[in-house]
């Protein structure tokens, strides 16, 4: 009995084994990756967050919804902090010159002149998570991964195509609607200097 509960225990923490050693497994490879100036693309890191939730919670949904997210938060974080940063403080000091108090401080000048880094970060994550979503078809959760996964197994070329074009089209889409979104919330007088002030965040790296 004590060899079948101990059996049980075992059983019980190689999930938790597997994760740890993964963990510090891929942790090393990147940062040797960023020391060494390599770029790490966004669909390694999914597939490792994949590999890693996959024995946290099984396959499905919760897998993909884990890593994607993972994936989404980053350049969103980076670019509002680096938006924020970069407000004037002689800007700041006006405002508050003026008697404005620190909430409108934040809410109408500071957002505002922040809006067109944060809404690229916005659209970096967006656009990432459409492209690499695919990858969640390898955890059995579907969405248009679906074709692309059966065509390779199938050898079906017509469904692989179609899938990719598919996946291709969406991310375009998300990528000019954003667009578009970004350059209407900007306020005008900074609609010129959007392009030259975004921070590139599509790719982890030290170069």
Request: net charge positive.
């Amino acid at each position: 009995m004590s060899a079948l509960a101990e059996a049980e225990r075992a059983q019980a923490r190689r999930p938790r084994l597997i994760v740890i050693g993964s963990v510090i497994y891929m942790a090393l490879i990147f940062g040797v990756m960023l020391w060494r100036g390599i770029s790490i693309e966004p669909e390694w890191v999914v597939l490792a967050l994949l590999v890693i939730a996959v024995e946290l919670v099984g396959i499905g949904f919760w897998p993909a919804f884990i890593a994607l997210v993972a994936l989404g938060i980053p350049p969103i974080v980076t670019n509002s902090y680096v938006g924020m940063r970069e407000v004037d403080a002689d800007v700041r000091e006006a405002a508050r010159g003026m008697g404005m108090r620190a909430r409108a401080v934040l809410w109408q000048v500071e957002l505002p002149i922040a809006v067109p880094l944060i809404m690229a970060g916005v659209r970096t994550s967006a656009v990432n998570i459409v492209a690499t979503a695919t990858l969640a078809a390898l955890v059995a959760y579907g969405g248009l991964g679906r074709f692309i996964v059966d065509g390779l197994a199938q050898r079906d070329f017509v469904q692989l195509f179609a899938g990719a074009l598919l996946v291709a089209v969406l991310s375009v889409a998300v990528e000019l609607g954003l667009t578009g979104l970004q350059r209407l919330t900007t306020p005008i007088g900074l609609r010129s200097e959007t392009r030259t002030r975004e921070v590139p965040s599509t790719r982890l790296s030290t170069a």
